[in-house]
């Protein structure tokens, strides 16, 4: 599967823990972008990466939420000491490298990760 | 600031007849429209997308749907669904950046 791969997809912890999401890009691709849905709401965006870089993370919570994508391995979405409003789909998503701008390509989207914070 | 509406939150449709899945957004500047799809336990998956020229989009699986500057709307049509039409429907858009901005998702549930 060339997809865009995530997990778990299911999590499950208690206030408090720690909670990690993994997502590997589609083959070829180096841009990853991390997605959260709360219930009854639309996806929103958290973070953007590159290899190695963090290039936008405005949408990221300021406590308790970091990403990273490490030259080898998968993006990681790190949420600290979690808490009942972390409950959530995290979607991550990648792009290939952009030559030019604007940006009106395509996202490919994982299946998704769905955090339950008990 | 850009939003994106996507009124109907379910949409019942018997097997065979057309859906017209609803999609208004807001803007100030000029922006890239997106359908996606997500089955269930699924990833989202594109389903059309309007970037310029004819406002009449055709996507996979016979969906298209109609960008409507004047009333900012990008609806979702097909003229005749198929059980495996059930699914959640995302509406999206971006003014040029790489941070989309979603709608709340319609669930189309097609009935036999």
């Known amino acids: 599967n060339a997809g865009v791969m995530q997990n778990p997809r299911h999590l499950v912890r208690r206030r408090g823990q720690e909670a990690r999401l993994r997502c590997s890009p589609m083959k070829g691709h180096s841009h990853v972008y991390w997605y959260r849905q709360l219930p009854e709401e639309g996806l929103k965006f958290m973070v953007y990466?590159?290899?190695?870089?963090?290039?936008?993370e405005s949408g990221m919570p300021k406590e308790r939420f970091s990403a990273e994508f490490p030259k080898e391995g998968p993006s990681i979405l790190r949420i600290q000491q979690v808490v009942r409003g972390d409950s959530a789909a995290y979607f991550c998503a990648s792009s290939p490298e952009k030559t030019r701008t604007p940006n009106t390509g395509e996202l490919f989207f994982g299946e998704g990760s769905r955090l339950t914070v008990l | 600031a850009q939003s994106v509406t996507q009124l109907d939150s379910q949409v019942p449709v018997f097997e065979e007849a057309p859906v017209e899945l609803r999609c208004n957004y807001s803007s100030s500047v000029s922006v890239y429209l997106f359908w996606y799809v997500q089955y269930p336990n699924q990833g989202l998956q594109l389903l059309l997308k309007?970037?310029?020229?004819?406002?009449l989009v055709k996507g996979i699986n016979g969906f298209e749907a109609e960008f409507n500057k004047s009333q900012t709307s990008f609806h979702l049509r097909k003229p005749s669904v198929h059980i495996s039409d059930t699914a959640e429907y995302f509406c999206a858009l971006t003014s040029g950046t790489y941070k989309y901005i979603f709608g709340t998702g319609t669930r189309l549930k097609v009935l036999a």
């Open positions: 309007y970037l310029s020229g004819s406002t």
């Open positions: 990466l590159q290899k190695e870089n963090i290039i936008d």
